[in-house]
């Protein structure tokens, strides 16, 4: 844990020792499920990254496909 990180976790719990029991187990639940969260948006973010292209097609049907489908245009450009 940095300096940073430990300077913020001890500033949150001065502020939590205002409260009382029922509001502070809220809190360790929503903190709980943010780390649930965390976990689990980083495993898809990973599995994200790699680019796959979702189809069933076989990819010369795909490839074949994007061919027939360019459409290429000329403009002049005037300088």
Do not use: C, W
């Not at 719990?13 to 903190?31: A, C, H």
């Not at 990819?59 to 005037?78: G, M, P, Y």
């Amino acid at each position: 844990m940095t300096v940073a990180e430990k300077y913020i976790v001890n500033t949150y719990s001065n502020l939590f020792e205002g409260l009382n029991s029922i509001s502070k187990i809220e809190l360790l639940e929503k903190l709980a499920k943010s780390l649930k969260k965390e976990v689990k948006n980083k495993n898809e973010d990973f599995f994200k990254s790699f680019g796959a292209f979702g189809s069933e097609k076989p990819a010369e049907e795909i490839s074949e496909q994007i061919k027939k489908n360019r459409r290429f245009t000329s403009k002049d450009l005037k300088l």
